[in-house]
């Protein structure tokens, strides 16, 4: 049996502390960029001890990566943002330190074992979280300190991503061992009531599905397990969701736009209005203060006013009004680029990088995944691991083990 505190393996463990807190802990902090920043720097400093006889061919190796590029890139441009406009410390933190992350870390020397553990553990965590604040302390949608949207594509990442390794080994055990886990972040996602992370989910699994195999007899019985389980343990959820959007769209009819439907409906019309005259690089910060005068020369509703929206629940709009058409052009670059570069990969690469860009983008038409830094933080830690195991090997990848996590 591996000895795990070996100083070999505690290396390893302490390198990928970030990626451990990202997928596994981070539901449970509030201030999750502030975290990330002690994870990284704990990584970094085991980098420097452990792995130093690697640093140079690493860094070399890093600075070729377009998809880093891409990131450090974009962090540059924020830094731009926040003299002209202001954006958050949040953002700030974040991005510095997946860029820092992009630099170092050794992604072809790990094994893809570490990450699928880090996956099952995310699977556990969240399940237990939502049984403990939807069954122990009877709150409905909430889970916790983050909001249920972006728990909720959480939940859906780390249940794409077990999926996606159940159905890629060729080992029974471990087959049926990620395909068990799945079901725990399914639920948790169904406990959360959003709609829209719902659809994204249902659209990642057929861009998945599609893509990815042969729809045999054996592999449908495994689906129809799956969702019969998760259906049973949240079936009256989603039922009682589907009554809520069916009430909803009637209201709209009737001419009452102050439903959560509605409200999204009134965001993307003033977002047209925000955006006039700060085509090129938005808003910033300052998009709050022309809301206000939006409101006071009664071009948008007080309930819209009151509800003072942080971001505008589509990410394309939101970009445009807050990085203009600049920023959106690195949205499309971090959706479009990893479908570019893993275009001649493996199969089973392809395949699941295809099924989260899926998942974000369809996420992406009624809420901001990128803006909530939880997601945003998982959806560069995956991609980044993704991609550098796109140019792995293929004996790595094919010894009856999931290529990636």
């Not at 509030?30 to 970094?44: D, F, N, P, R, Y």
């Not at 077990?162 to 395909?179: M, P, R």
């Not at 068990?180 to 169904?190: D, E």
């Not at 203060?289 to 948008?300: G, V």
Request: proline fraction near 3%.
């Amino acid at each position: 049996m591996t000895n795990i505190f070996n100083k070999k393996n505690l290396s390893e463990v302490f390198l990928l502390l970030p990626f451990a807190f990202s997928f596994a802990l981070m539901i449970w902090f509030e201030g999750a960029s502030k975290v990330l920043v002690i994870t990284t720097v704990i990584s970094l400093l085991s980098f420097g001890i452990s792995f130093r006889k690697r640093l140079k061919s690493t860094l070399i190796d890093n600075l070729r990566q377009p998809f880093h590029i891409l990131i450090w890139v974009f962090t540059l441009f924020i830094f731009v943002q926040s003299f002209l406009h202001g954006v958050s410390s949040r953002e700030i933190r974040t991005l510095l330190c997946l860029s820092v992350i992009a630099l170092y870390f050794p992604f072809r020397a790990i094994k893809p074992i570490y990450y699928q553990i880090i996956i099952v553990f995310g699977c556990i965590t969240i399940f237990a979280n939502s049984v403990y604040f939807c069954l122990i302390v009877g709150t409905s949608r909430w889970a916790g300190v983050i909001n249920p949207i972006p728990y909720a594509s959480i939940a859906g990442l780390l249940a794409l991503l077990s999926i996606h390794a159940a159905l890629s080994t060729k080992n029974t055990k471990t087959k049926l061992l990620f395909g068990g886990f799945s079901i725990l972040p399914v639920i948790s996602l169904a406990l959360t009531e959003s709609r829209g992370v719902w659809l994204a989910f249902a659209c990642a699994l057929l861009v998945l599905f599609l893509n990815k195999f042969r729809f045999t007899f054996k592999k449908f019985i495994l689906l129809l397990l799956l969702s019969s389980v998760a259906s049973m343990l949240s079936g009256s959820f989603i039922k009682q969701r589907i009554e809520q959007t069916r009430y909803e769209f009637e209201q709209i009819q009737e001419g009452n736009m102050n439903t959560s439907i509605g409200l999204r409906l009134q965001m993307w019309q003033a977002a047209v209005k925000l955006a006039e005259g700060n085509w090129l690089l938005g808003l910033g910060n300052e998009h709050f203060e022309k809301l206000e005068l939006l409101y006071k020369q009664r071009k948008i509703t007080k309930a819209l006013y009151d509800y003072h929206p942080p971001h505008y629940h589509n990410q394309f709009i939101d970009s445009v009004v807050k990085s203009g058409l600049i920023g959106l052009a690195f949205l499309l670059l971090l959706l479009i680029l990893p479908l570019y570069l893993v275009r001649h990969t493996i199969k089973n690469t392809k395949n699941i990088v295809t099924a989260v860009v899926a998942l974000y983008v369809v996420m992406g038409l009624t809420d901001a995944p990128f803006y909530n830094g939880q997601t945003f933080i998982l959806y560069v830690l995956t991609m980044l691991v993704l991609l550098n195991s796109a140019s792995q090997p293929s004996d790595q990848l094919t010894d009856g083990s999931p290529d990636v996590a």
